[in-house]
Every structure is written in C-alpha cells, then in structure tokens.
C-alpha cells in the first residue's frame, strides 16, 4: 500500500524543511506549501491524506484554509492539524477546532506526539473512506438485486466486478449473488427454451396438419364441378364469418384505422384472391402431392431473393442445398404421371407461382403487420377484403357456385376449406409470436409431408419411386438452406413475451415458407 | 556557561525530531542562516513604521526558530518584543538593536559549527 501522504502549510521555508523532514521520517510522504491558496490548489490537484496547517500566515491564514476546506465537498474529509505556535493561544486553536480542525500540535512538538496525533488522524481517515467505499459498494449491489427484479438483465451486464474480487465478506456476499444470478437465468433461458420448442413443435404440426389438407380438398372440391371462382367467394365469406364472430365474440376487434384497413386489403388480395384462386384452379389439374412438392420451393425462393439482396449469407452449405431443391423440383417435372398433355408446362408454372406468391405474402406481413392487433381479426378482415372484390367478379362470369340448403359432399368441402385455411394463418401467426420467425420456418417440413400425406388419405395419390426420391431431395434440401438458431434467443424479459420486430423481415427473408 | 549563544541540547532535540540525520540538520540550519536575516529585517521595517502586528508576528516566528535551533538568548529577546509588541508598549527600539545583535551571534556560531564538518560532536 503507498505510504499516506501528509501536506505541509507554513509560510517560512525553514519550518517547512522541519516538518517535511520530521514527517518522512515518521514513514509516510511530506509535500509542501508556502501559503493558502496553494495549499488549496495543491489539494485539489493532489489530494492528501492529512494537512499540517500553520495558524500564522499573511494573506490567507489557516483559519481561512479551514473555511474554504470545509466548504469543498471533494476536500472537507481530509484531517487538518493546526500548528500553533502561540504559547498561550488556547483561543486560536480552539478557534479552529470550532472551523473543523481535527487537532493541534505545538510547534515545538515531540516526534511522539506528531506521531501519535498524525497517527489517530490518517487512521481516522482511513476508517471514514473504508466505510464510504463499503457503503458504496453496498448500494451497488443492492441496486443490482432491484434490476434482477424489476427487469431481466443478464448477469453478466450487473456490472459487479469491484466487489466481487474483493476479499472480505462484501466480496464473498457479491460473488454469491452473482452466481445465483447466473443460475437463475440460464434455468429461466432453458425453461423458456423448452416451453418455446414444444408450444413451437406442436405449433408447427398443427399448421402443418391444416395447411396440407387444403390442396387435396381443393382437388375433390374440381372434382365435384365446383369453379375456382365461385369456390374463393364461399372460402373467403365463410373465413371472414369465423374469424370475425371469434375476435367479436373475444371483444378483440380492433379500431377500423386505415394503416389496419390497407393492411388487410393488400394482404386480402395477396392470399384470398390470388393465392386462392391460382390453388383452386391447379389443383383441378395437377395433383395434390405434386403440388406439396412445388409449394415446398418457396423455402429456397426466399432465401434466393435474400441472398441476391445481400440480407443473407449465401453459405457454401446454404448453396448446397438450394442446388439440392433444384434437383428435386426438376425430378418431380419428370415424375411420370404428374399429369399430362400439353398443358404440362402451363399449369406446373402456375403451380409455381405459389411459392413465389407465399414468399411475397410472407415478407409484406413481416413487415407491415400492424402491432397489437389480434390475429383473427386481422384475418377476418383479410378475408372479408378477398370477399368483397372476387364477389362481382364471380357474379359478372357467371360462376356463384349455388350451395345448400342441403349439406352435401361440395358443401363440407368448402367448408372444410374455409376453416382449414382460417386455422392455419392464424396458427402461423401465433406460431411466429411464440417461437420466432427461425423457428417457424420449419413449417416448410410439415406443410409438404402433411400434403402429400393427405393426399395419399383422401385422394388415394401414390408417390412414384421418383416423386419419394423428389420428397427426400427437397427435405434435405430445405435442412440445409435453414438459418442456424440466433443468439437472439437468449435475449428475453420477465415476463416473457417475444416480440415480433422488424428483424423478422430478415428472418423471413431467410426463407421461412409459412401457412397460407 | 549557563547562557550559551548556541544550546546543542536544542540542536540535538531538533535533529531527534526530523530523524538523526545530520545532513538533514545541515540543511535546515542553512535554511535558518538564510531566513533568519530577512526576518531581522522584517522585525527592523516593522519597529520603524510602528506596524505592531508585523512586529509581533515577525518576532514571534523568529523567537520559535530561534528555540528550534539553540539559541535562546535571541529567542528571549524576540519574546520580549513579541510581547512588547503585543501588549502595545512603542519602544520597540532598544529591542530591536538586541535581536540584531543576538542573531549576529547566534549565527556566527552557527556557521561555524556547520564549517567544523559533522554538526554535532
């Protein structure tokens, strides 16, 4: 530790040697002065740990040095003793005792006293600045308890390591806190991390389970002599009418602003009217596995048009398994009895312009969702949009498909189609609000195995040897264009709520095929 | 002699205090031999423009030096005009003559002491 340094305060240079000279060889340091006013510069460049003090100096004298010490706040701890050479001036010292002085010494002083008076002073001051330090520090960790409380910090940003290298029981006290910290929040991170990935799995096969039941249904659907258009009417009306009565029934409608109105428009057109349309009408002439297989391209669009727009990495891994979707999409072209004639072409790049349409629908509502309105009223709305414009549309061509008052096979289709449609956007948005965006992407999985399960329940299709080896390339395929899991997941408050941001623009981009 | 111009018991108290090192006590009664005439000059402006306080102080301090350093004749005298001064009494003349006259002793002493070698025997 470095010796205490003591300051010297007289306006004669022979006094000054003396005392320097008596304190250096008490052990600690002496520095001197010849006036007031330097005495307060010097501290305040250098402060001290003890002031010997003359009483007796021209111009300002040691009671005004006294006064401005006191009055400086950085300054008034520091222990003065008065040098008083007046033999019988009681009034003088007791005089600046009264102004703060700590003690006196007589000039003519014995080493033993300077030693016992400078001793009890700088001991004094030692104790008083150990004491603020320890309060200090105290504060410190106290306010880091308040944080872990009030908001979530990860331990390692509490700041504490003054305290916790120190040696005595503060530090130990501090060293335990903070690997309690530490326990606490990597059990918390684990516990959500599961609660996230089974809430998440079970998401992802459910959106899975609904979406891919759509295509083949739509298949019976043509099969029944229903029309794209007529179909797309009943679907959307019937959408709107569930979503609607729910978010109604749960009072979360929300307030008709325009930002919420043109969202719902734009995406009405993008998923109830395009998408619809173009699905109701392929699948009247391709099959329904055929068009899971396809669909499953949108998981390598996205993550093309990412790359090309720099938002992603463009991995040697990632390329790999672009080419591997590539090759899988022409197998599935090749697949004898896909469908035939001279249409092929035709209709196997409409059904191609799905997955372009999904990538495009999913980037728009990344981005533009508006914030703290509920999902099902939002799709409500969307569909009540898509509605309202196919509507003259179908009734100018001709094509309102006329359904009941009986409930036959058309009408469970169609509406089977309306609610598996409805569940699966609204299980893909939760989906993302739960897991996030990275996470969700794994739907491009369940959404063509579900398909082409369903397709083989309901349909009867079979896989040729072809259409398996197809499935196998596109699976692996998307296995290696996905994202690794960012460290994003570790960053949560308590309570937990996973917020979509505008980064789940980028995750989209990173090509998450999501629920229609 | 029981009133010496120079007490080396003194001396040796003083160099006791700043730690027995005789280069030290060198130092400082060099430092001394400086100040001190100037204080005597001090003491000589303030008698002659009657400024009491200065007076006091100057031979106050001087008298406290003076004791440091052994020489107690003048510190004896500056304490008389200290008090002298103090208590308002104006004839400081007579006085003064006296420190002038004990400095010039006690310093002479002083001087050769440090010229011997080693301060102290």
Redesign the interface.
């Known amino acids: 530790m470095a010796s205490e340094a003591v300051l010297i305060v007289d306006d004669?240079?022979?006094?000054r040697?003396?005392m320097a000279?008596?304190v250096?060889?008490l052990g600690y340091e002496a520095a001197v002065v010849g006036g007031g006013r330097e005495a307060l510069d010097h501290l305040r460049a250098r402060p001290c740990d003890a002031v010997l003090l003359d009483i007796?100096m021209?111009g300002m004298d040691g009671f005004d040095v006294l006064r401005a010490l006191k009055e400086d706040e950085a300054l008034r701890d520091i222990p003065v003793i008065v040098v008083s050479?007046?033999d019988d001036d009681t009034a003088s010292v007791v005089r600046a005792i009264e102004l703060g002085a700590e003690d006196f010494l007589p000039?003519?002083?014995?080493?033993v006293i300077?030693r016992a008076r400078l001793g009890t002073s700088l001991q004094k001051k030692r104790f008083r600045d150990q004491e603020r330090e320890f309060r200090r520090l105290v504060g410190k960790l106290t306010e880091a308890a308040e944080t872990l409380e009030s908001q979530s910090l990860r331990p390692e940003r509490l700041a504490l390591d003054d305290i916790v290298s120190r040696q005595d029981p503060l530090g130990r006290l501090g060293r335990v806190f903070q690997s309690m910290a530490e326990e606490i929040y990597e059990r918390e991170r684990r516990l959500r991390r599961n609660i996230r990935m089974a809430r998440g799995s079970l998401l992802v096969i459910a959106v899975g389970v609904s979406w891919g039941i759509i295509a083949p249904l739509s298949r019976m659907a043509s099969g029944l002599d229903s029309d794209p258009l007529g179909l797309a009417v009943w679907t959307n009306l019937i959408g709107a009418a569930a979503c609607l009565g729910v978010a109604a029934a749960r009072g979360r409608l929300p307030p008709p602003t325009w930002p919420v109105l043109r969202f719902c428009l734009l995406w009405g057109i993008i998923t109830g009217v395009l998408e619809r349309l173009i699905l109701f009408s392929v699948t009247g002439h391709v099959q329904a596995t055929t068009v899971a297989l396809i669909c499953s391209l949108e998981g390598f669009m996205v993550f093309v048009v990412a790359a090309a727009l720099r938002i992603e990495k463009a991995s040697l891994r990632r390329l790999g398994g672009l080419l591997l979707g590539l090759l899988g999409a022409v197998l599935v072209i090749k697949a004898p009895g896909t469908l035939s004639g001279v249409d092929e072409a035709f209709w196997l790049l409409m059904t191609a312009s799905l997955p372009l349409l999904f990538s495009i629908e999913g980037l728009f509502v990344a981005a533009r969702r508006p914030e703290n309105v509920d999902v099902t009223a939002l799709t409500g709305l969307a569909l009540l949009a898509s509605f309202a414009i196919i509507l003259p549309v179908a009734a100018a061509a001709g094509e309102l498909l006329h359904l009941g008052p009986a409930v036959g096979r058309l009408e469970v289709v169609v509406l089977l189609i309306a609610l598996a449609s409805v569940l699966a956007i609204v299980l893909w948005l939760l989906l993302v609000d739960v897991a996030g965006a990275v996470f969700a992407s794994q739907t491009a999985y369940s959404i063509t195995i579900a398909g082409i399960v369903w397709s083989m329940l309901l349909l009867d299709e079979r896989l040729s040897p072809l259409a398996w080896g197809a499935l196998a390339l596109m699976l692996l395929g998307l296995y290696f264009v996905e994202p690794q899991a960012s460290a994003a997941d570790d960053e949560f408050r308590l309570p937990v709520r996973l917020r979509r941001a505008k980064s789940d623009l980028v995750a989209q981009a990173r090509g998450e095929p999501h629920a229609r | 002699m029981d009133n010496p111009v120079i007490d080396h018991t003194a001396l040796r108290r003083l160099m006791r205090v700043i730690g027995d090192d005789p280069d030290d006590l060198r130092e400082l009664i060099e430092s001394f031999l400086e100040e001190a005439p100037v204080l005597v000059l001090d003491i000589e402006a303030a008698a002659a423009s009657m400024d009491m306080e200065n007076l006091c102080r100057a031979s106050h301090t001087l008298k406290a030096s003076a004791r440091d350093f052994g020489a107690p004749r003048l510190a004896e005298v500056c304490e008389a005009l200290e008090y002298s001064a103090r208590d308002g009494h104006s004839e400081p003349a007579a006085l003064v003559r006296s420190i002038a006259a004990e400095y010039a002793m006690a310093g002479r002493e002083l001087k050769i002491l440090l010229d011997l070698g080693p301060v102290l025997p």
């Open positions: 004669h240079s022979t006094n040697l003396k000279a008596a250096r060889n007796l021209p050479a007046l000039k003519d002083f014995d080493p300077l």
